[in-house]
């Protein structure tokens, strides 16, 4: 852990400081090294390093001559309020950083530090450094940068990396570039590998997120004001750990999910409740460990759909509704071994809210369910944030409050803890019970 403490850190006056922790504690006390290379993408490291000390991080900068040339090391340090390194002096930091950081971050990553980087070279105090973390067995991650054409020829030294155990977030290809990913999505993902590490690695997850659509005529639907941005959060957050994930969504409106999807290899967009039950019987069939069942499906569709548009000069109209399939029970029925997450989302509070999830949980059989109240400010649709309360069938609960992103990696971490301990509850599913 980081060797610079809440303590020190009161004596330290300079007020860039100030920022660490004010948004989360998930990177508290840890000390993360950020490498900048020479990229033009260099000045989103600014951003990245003040987004990692607000989540709890002391961030300590390392630039390479280049990076130095395209953005002032003083800039760096006044956004991280630590003195940056550049060059190799008398005081070794590429060993003394080493000692001090748990992680080092390469962002953005050139295609020359890359190969340094891959082929034990150690002619920058970045390269330096990534060698000697990767020999003191500390984690080593990179987020490449560069034009389509050195990140086609990178893609030999991104497997040569990663079979030596460093972590590699892609760029995201947009024309004849290989960008710098949004800050939010890259230091997310830089916050669940350094805490977490691989440890859903090995496991098959699938993930229903967003709302559903039941159309009343051409134009019309019944929905509901869901974003999508639980189900997403679970889906990224166990992707970034190791797992394989399948992601079953409704039609969302959360986050910059044109360029976040990329990251997710096994993606189907569906409209309808139907359509859900038949991707999620699809995904089933092909089998998975747990499923989280975050979707905020439509429970009722019209009997029957009105060609065109209705014209409201006709006055009041009454629509007959049929229920929906149940997306969790086709789920369960094709896979009772394995484990399975429900969400409820209700205009309750308190100990009425715990008591509905109880019986929901016990209804559809379920490992686990997260409860959380639609009357709540800051929890549950159109919010970042979110307030649950995880019940599982062991009796357990836990609240968890926090953005959607630190949601998902608790709940992800008791499914985890459940499966580890082969607290699945299949064998009363089996028996009917």
Known sequence: ????????????????????????RSLWGRCVALGVTGSAAAYKSID????????????????????????????????????????????????????????????PATLDTLSDIAYYRAGDVVSAL???????????????????????????????LEDIGVFILKPRLEGEQAKYPDTMLAAWWSEAVIS?????????????????????????????????????????????????????HGPLSCCSWSAWKSYLANIVEVTTTCEMADAVAHASRRGYEAGFYAAAVSDYAPASKLEG????????????????PKVIETAISMLPEALHVGFTAEPLTGDRLLARAREKLERYQLDAIAANSTIERGAGFGYETNHVFLLDWRGRLLEIKGHKRLVARHILDHALRMIARREVRAASRARGA
């Open 48 to 107: 990245m390093a003040r987004t990692l000390m607000r989540w709890g991080a002391l961030v300590r900068v390392v630039m390479t001559r280049h990076a130095a040339s395209l953005v002032s090391p003083t800039l760096f340090e006044w956004a991280t309020g630590m003195p940056v390194t550049v060059e190799f002096t008398g005081g070794i930091e590429h060993v003394s950083l080493a000692r001090e950081c748990d992680a080092l971050l390469v962002a």
């Open 130 to 160: 990534s060698q000697e973390m990767l020999g003191l067995g500390k984690p080593v991650l990179a987020i490449p940068a560069m034009h389509l054409g050195m990140w086609r020829r990178a893609l030999g030294l991104v497997r040569r």
């Open 309 to 324: 548009k209705l014209p409201t000069e006709e006055g009041p109209v009454t629509l007959e509704l049929k229920p929906t």
């Open 196 to 248: 977490r590490g691989m440890d859903l690695k090995g496991l098959r997850i699938m993930v229903t997120a967003g709302p559903t659509r039941e159309y009343i005529d051409s134009v019309r639907v019944i929905t509901n004001p869901s974003t999508g941005l639980m189900g997403v959060s679970i889906a990224l957050e166990a992707a970034w750990r190791g797992a394989e994930v399948t992601l079953v």
């Open 1 to 24: 852990m980081c060797s610079v403490g809440q303590d020190l850190l009161g004596d330290l006056r300079h007020p860039s400081l100030g920022i660490i922790g004010l948004e989360s």
